[in-house]
C-alpha cells in the first residue's frame, strides 16, 4: 500500500543550525501538508503546499520556515535558524485523489523527530 | 475560534467495546478524522465521516456524528490489545482547507487483559 515516507526518522541539532526534513507524499497526491507536535501537545497544522506554492499556512509558519518541492516526488520543509522550542515532530501528509477530486482522506508520514539543544 | 476537545483517558477490559467522545465547535466541519497513534509512531488514518452522514461502519469501528451537539463517537467492537494507542478526534473546517486539520488533544486508550 502507498505510504507517505519521512527522513531523517530522528535529527539532533545545535540552536541555530539549519535543519531540512524530507517527505515523499503518495505519488498521485497533488495537496501536500506540513504538521508539528510538540511532545505531550496537540498536532498542530503548520502549513499546505499546491500547485508548487503555498496555499494556507499557520501563525506557527514564520520567515523562519520555508517549504519547497524541489522535484516531483521530494517535499521540503526547511528551517532556518531553528530554537530550542522547534523542538518537536514533524509530520508530512498529503491528501488522496479519486480521478479529478480529493477524497478527504488525509494520510500522515511516520514523523521526523527533531531535537534542537 | 475552532477547538476540538477530547477525554484524555479511557480503561477498557480486552473483549469490551470502547467509545472514545470528542466534541467541536466549529459548526462548518465538513470532514471528521480519526487518528491512531502507537508510541513512536506516526497517525495512521483509521476513519473519516463527512459531515451529512450520522454513522459510518468499518469492521469493528463505527462512527457516530451527531451535528446538532457537535460531538462525534469512536466506537471499537471486542477491543484487542493491540487498540492500546492515543487517539486524536480532529476536523477540517470547510472545503477550502482540504487537509488544515484541528486536531484534538488525543485520548489515551488502554486495554488491560
Known amino acids: 500500500e502507498p505510504e507517505v515516507t519521512q527522513t531523517p526518522s530522528h535529527q539532533v541539532t545545535q540552536m541555530g543550525q539549519e535543519v531540512i526534513l524530507r517527505c515523499v507524499p503518495i505519488?498521485?497526491?497533488?495537496?501536500f501538508y506540513w504538521y508539528r507536535q510538540i511532545l505531550g501537545q496537540k498536532v498542530e497544522f503548520l502549513v499546505s503546499?499546491?500547485?508548487?506554492?503555498?496555499?494556507?499556512k499557520s501563525e506557527i509558519f514564520d520567515d523562519q520556515f520555508s517549504v519547497e518541492r524541489p522535484d516531483g516526488s521530494n517535499f521540503t520543509l526547511k528551517i532556518r535558524s531553528t530554537k530550542l522550542e522547534d523542538s518537536a515532530m514533524y509530520f508530512c501528509?498529503?491528501?488522496?485523489?479519486?480521478?479529478?477530486?480529493?477524497?478527504?482522506?488525509?494520510?500522515f508520514g511516520e514523523g521526523s523527530r527533531l531535537t534542537v539543544l | 475560534g475552532e477547538d476540538v476537545e477530547q477525554s484524555l483517558f479511557l480503561s477498557v477490559r480486552e473483549g469490551d467495546s470502547s467509545v472514545i467522545n470528542c466534541t467541536y465547535t466549529?459548526?462548518?466541519?465538513?470532514?471528521l478524522y480519526w487518528y491512531k497513534q502507537e508510541p513512536g509512531a506516526g497517525l495512521q488514518l483509521l476513519t473519516y465521516?463527512?459531515?451529512?452522514?450520522d454513522m459510518k461502519q468499518d469492521q469493528r469501528l463505527t462512527v457516530l456524528l451527531n451535528k446538532k451537539d457537535k460531538h462525534l463517537s469512536l466506537r471499537i467492537a471486542d477491543t484487542q490489545t493491540g487498540d492500546s494507542a492515543i487517539y486524536f478526534c480532529?476536523?477540517?473546517?470547510?472545503?477550502?482547507?482540504?487537509?488544515?486539520?484541528?486536531f484534538g488533544a488525543g485520548t489515551q486508550v488502554v486495554v488491560t487483559p
Open positions: 501528509a498529503s491528501i488522496s485523489r479519486s480521478g479529478t477530486l480529493n477524497t478527504g482522506e488525509l494520510f
Open positions: 503546499f499546491y500547485n508548487n506554492e503555498i496555499s494556507e
Open positions: 505519488s498521485n497526491h497533488l495537496y
Open positions: 465521516i463527512f459531515s451529512n452522514m
Open positions: 480532529a476536523e477540517t473546517p470547510t472545503t477550502d482547507s482540504w487537509g488544515k486539520l484541528q
Open positions: 466549529d459548526s462548518s466541519s465538513t470532514y
